[in-house]
């Protein structure tokens, strides 16, 4: 499959000039989506993925010890329940296992992110709002 790159570019102005956050576009088995939110382009003919641009995880990523909470889904994490809302949880604070830590939005659906483990939180590395990818640390518990 040959990619159109004059295509995506003109998708990805698209986003720009009229503010939106994600566009479709699909002409017969070819299907492409542009994204501000996961900073990436995906294309699909039979189902296959371009991956985004990793270096945008690679800034939330951290190399300390500990255990590592990640993202069951591709989405936008939560760090309370509701805007204004005291936090699920914040650095220091003890956590038991299956304490929910934060919320990933997907489709409109909100799933909670249980801690796989009892511990101490360490650090939280995504920010409210934040588009996640599925596998990216989200919390490391000591």
């Not at 004059?6 to 088995?29: H, M, P, R």
């Not at 699920?88 to 299956?98: E, I, L, R, S, T």
Request: no cysteine; hydrophobic share 35%.
């Amino acid at each position: 499959m040959k990619i159109d790159k004059k295509l995506i570019k003109e998708l990805v102005d698209n986003l720009k000039d009229f503010n939106l956050t994600e566009l479709e576009y699909q002409e017969g088995q070819t299907k492409i989506r542009v994204s501000r939110a996961s900073k990436g382009i995906e294309t699909s003919k039979t189902g296959a993925m371009v991956s985004p641009n990793k270096s945008v995880l690679k800034n939330t990523e951290d190399s300390s010890e500990g255990i590592r909470i990640k993202s069951p889904i591709i989405g936008t994490a939560y760090l309370a329940p509701e805007p204004g809302a005291k936090k699920f949880v914040d650095v220091g604070q003890k956590v038991k296992k299956g304490q929910t830590i934060m919320i990933v939005e997907a489709m409109k659906t909100m799933n909670h992110v249980p801690s796989t483990s009892d511990g101490v939180v360490n650090k939280i590395l995504v920010e409210d709002g934040q588009p996640v990818e599925f596998g990216q640390t989200l919390i490391v518990l000591k």
